[in-house]
Each structure stands twice: as structure tokens, then as C-alpha cells.
């Protein structure tokens, strides 16, 4: 564990530093409250920190409040040495985010057990933090392929959208199915179908930028956000994303399987009147259109799709869902 002394007194200094390695930390020194600050401010600064609190420049009190208020994250256990016994001392330590305090003299194995706490505490809000992150993750990923999920993903096509507008960037949206997978999971079972999932998601991932958004809308569906990209852009990338699907055999416990991916795109720069949720519908129709045609192809939304996204037919709701 790393640990930060911060005193201008070289004396006391040096005789921590030999107590805090004898007991196995790795010590960072500073010889006052500006170098500790500048350190503990740092991208890789230790997680513990012993500052005096009367040091030149900045004073123990002043770091504390500093890091609270401007690196909040990751969390730094702080334990303020000090000649003051006063209780008005103590709480104004306290309250300025310092963990603990010790009044010097001290004996050295009461730091011992006081760093020891800091160093559980910190445990303790290395396991928090993961926790959290991991429910984050779950709330925003699938948990089969590891991409955003349909919500996720459609609340990143709203905000795109509304930013595009407001912007005046392009934008490129595609909507990409897997063919014939129902017939996958039917002859080979879902084993090989999930095999196939993750590894098309895997293709498409390697196909986009890192500021490109890959999602699971659906079952085998999967939408794709194309942030700057007008039509021909969209395009392109719909052509390299089917071409990575179906340039080799996908590996499942039941054996290679050849896969194929349809498409359809929509550049939300040319239908500015329509809502996130109508170009999602353009999307769509032009996917199908995809299939109608012959499957293992890229279709970009034309007006068709815009008067269907613009007046969807009536009697939709009572047709059975079109084959994929």
C-alpha cells in the first residue's frame, strides 16, 4: 500500500518514513501542504495520507478540504498529525474531510492500528464501488453479448438525435438482423445459437469506432448509432458490418455455421421532421425491405419508408409479424 507523508519538519519526517516501511508500505514524502496537494492531486496518488497539520503553504486542514471538494474519487483515507488537543481543533479537523487525527506525541503502534482502519475502510469502498459499478453495468448492458441494451440503447438514439439537430451533424442509424436465426436455434439448438450472437456482436464491434454505439434491440436484432456519418458513410459501414458477419463460419458447440446479417439504414440529417422513434420505424422498414429482397443485404431507407414511418398502416396490429 502506498502511503503519503506530508510534513515540513525533516526529523519527523524521516522517522516516519522508517517506521512506515519497516511495517511494509511503499512512502511518498512532501515537505509541505503544496507538494502533498500536488501529489494527492495526481492521477496515480496514494490511497493514504499522514499530513501535518501545520505545514507552510497550504496546512494539513487546507489539503483535506481541497482534495474533498475537487478529487472526490477514488477515496483517500486522510489522518491529520497535530500538536492541537483543543476540541474547537479537533472538529475543525474533522469537518475540513479528514478521516482521523492523532495528537503528538504518539505511540507508534497506535498509528500502526489507526492506519490499519484506514486501510479496511478503504477495502470496504473498493468493494462498494465495484458493486455499484457492476449494477450499473447490468442495468445498461445485455447480459448475453455484453453490448447496450435495447433501453440503453434507444435512450442514446434520443439523445443523438436531438443532438444532431441541434448541432446540424450527420447522423447514421442502422438496423441490422440476423437471417434465418429462428432456424438456428430450432436445428441446433440455443447453445449455438448464443455462440453465433456473441460472436456476430463481437464482428460488429470490431467493425465501428469507439464513439460508434452498438446495441441489442432484440433478440437477434441489433441497432447501431453512427455518430457524423451521412449516407453514403452509412452505407459503407452497413456493407463492412454484413461482410464481417458473413466472410467466415461462425464456431458453435454444434459445428461452423455460415451466418448472414440484413440491414437497413436511415441518415436522420435528410428526414429532419422526423422523431427519434419514426427514423427507428424508417430503420425497420427498411430492413425488411432487405428481407423481401433476398436477405444478406444493406438496404438505406428511402420515401417509402418515410411515408410508412409518416403513416403506418392501419391494419398492421392485426397481421401476424413479418418473417425474418
Known sequence: MRILI????????RMLQGLLRKWGYEVLSAEDGNAAWEQ??????PRLALLDWMMPGRNGVDVCRELRTHRPDPYTYILLLTAKDAKESVVEGLESGADDYLTKPFHPQELKARLRVGIRLLELEDNLVQAREAMRFKAT???LTGVWNRGFILDMLDRE???SRRESTALGILMGDLDHFKSVNDTYGHLAGDSVLLEATRRMQACVRSYDAVGRYGGEEFLVILPGCDAAAIADKAEQLRTAICQQPIETPSGPLLVTMSLGGVAAANWPDKKPNQILQMADA???RAKEEGRNRTVMASEAEHEEAHHPPLELSSHAPKEK
Open 6 to 13: 506530508a510534513d515540513d519538519e525533516p526529523v519527523s519526517r
Open 161 to 163: 438525435v436531438n443532438r
Open 141 to 143: 448492458h445485455d447480459a
Open 286 to 288: 427498411a430492413l425488411y
Open 40 to 45: 494527492l492531486n495526481s492521477t496515480d496518488a
